[in-house]
């Protein structure tokens, strides 16, 4: 069964710690995304990952970070420099402009 | 830098009215335009998408949405909506920078009333 998955599905943290969410996709895509979604603010890019070992700074990627290690795996951290970082965050692949395929995504909310 | 706007931030209608949601766009370039739905619960998933030609798309479920180059926009409409298409619907345009990277219009919310 094809798709992507992010765990978990809520994520609460206490304020100062850093979290990972995780992301990943068995459709053999190259481009991975990350976006925050907010009430009335639609979806904005954090990261993304056009290939292995390699990524890019989205529109908000200030208290984020990511690494791309393997091709299905496309975690993101939630660093404790980020000043909002209760959100609903998706993660997204694709493999050309054609069609970005969304995960379930993780909502976190900071304590 | 390109952007998306979609205008109405929440609709309300009846079953069986008629749907049509706005979405601009800036950018003086080629563009390719999608719209996204989100169900309650649900994945964001593709509803339709325009790359080229026949500027009137049709999607999945009776929507359809109409190119306009000349007024920037890419209307989504329905002509009878249903309870069930109580959503999110979110514009989005790429504008082959290489990267796939998509920018989204702020999403508007249809409430559809029994």
């Known amino acids: 069964d094809g798709g992507i998955t992010q765990s978990p599905k809520y994520l609460f943290r206490k304020e100062g710690q850093n979290v990972t969410l995780s992301c990943e996709q068995n459709?053999?895509?190259?481009?991975m995304y990350w976006y925050r979604q907010d009430p009335g603010q639609g979806l904005r890019l954090i990261y993304y990952?056009?290939?292995?070992?390699?990524?890019q700074k989205g529109d908000i990627a200030e208290g984020y970070s990511v690494s791309r290690e393997k091709k299905e795996s496309f975690p993101l951290t939630v660093t404790s420099a980020q000043k909002n970082p209760t959100a609903f965050y998706l993660c997204?692949?694709?493999?050309?402009?054609?069609?970005?395929?969304f995960g379930p995504g993780t909502r976190l909310t900071v304590l | 830098a390109q952007s998306v706007s979609q205008h109405n931030h929440h609709v309300i209608l009846s079953e069986a009215a008629s749907l049509e949601l706005g979405c601009n766009y800036s950018?003086?370039?080629?563009?390719?335009l999608f719209w996204y739905v989100q169900y309650p619960g649900q994945h964001l998933q593709l509803l339709l998408k325009?790359?080229?030609?026949?500027?009137l798309v049709k999607g999945i479920k009776g929507f359809e949405a109409e190119f306009i180059k000349s007024k920037f926009s890419f209307n989504l409409r329905k002509p009878s909506v249903q309870w069930s298409d109580t959503a999110e619907y979110f514009c989005?345009?790429?504008?082959?920078?290489?990267?796939?990277?998509?920018?989204f219009g702020k999403g508007t919310k249809l409430s559809v009333i029994p």
């Open positions: 459709l053999n895509h190259d481009a």
């Open positions: 997204a692949s694709s493999t050309s402009p054609d069609t970005q395929y």
């Open positions: 950018y003086g370039g080629t563009v390719n």
């Open positions: 989005a345009l790429y504008s082959g920078a290489g990267s796939y990277q998509l920018t």
């Open positions: 990952s056009q290939i292995v070992n390699d990524f």
């Open positions: 325009y790359f080229s030609g026949d500027p």
